[in-house]
């Protein structure tokens, strides 16, 4: 399965975009699937996850501005980004797993965010 993630852009700070992660199969024997990001001279950070039964954890950076979801008809997942802040900007890829622990199995390309002030 190959993840295709898009909807990164260029947005005001305040603004919002809507982030898509294809998969060229099905998700639906993904256990978990989730959101990080890596900004210039910064750590991985894990933004959210969702697990096949809609669980989701969010880092306290985001709660509350981006909501995680997962379509499993269209074999895509998504994160939708609101009140975005300049210190959301940074390089956003999916990942997924099968497991319900343990490292990811299958990473996106990634989508670049920008948020200008």
């Known amino acids: 399965v190959q993840l295709q993630a898009s909807g990164g852009g260029l947005v005001q700070a305040g603004g919002s975009l809507r982030l898509s992660c294809a998969a060229s199969?099905?998700?639906?024997?993904?256990?978990?699937m989730a959101w990080y990001r890596r900004a210039p001279e910064k750590e991985r950070e894990l933004v959210a996850s969702?697990?096949?039964?809609?669980?989701?954890d969010y880092a306290d950076s985001v709660k509350g501005r981006f909501t995680i979801s997962r379509d499993n008809t269209k074999n895509t997942l998504y994160l939708q980004m609101s009140s975005l802040k300049p210190e959301d900007t940074a390089f956003y890829y999916c990942?997924?797993?099968?497991?319900?622990?343990?490292?990811?199995?299958?990473w996106g390309q990634g989508t670049q965010v920008t948020v200008s002030s």
């Open positions: 990942a997924a797993r099968r497991k319900a622990w343990g490292t990811y199995d299958y």
């Open positions: 969702i697990t096949t039964f809609g669980r989701m």
């Open positions: 199969g099905t998700i639906a024997s993904f256990n978990i």
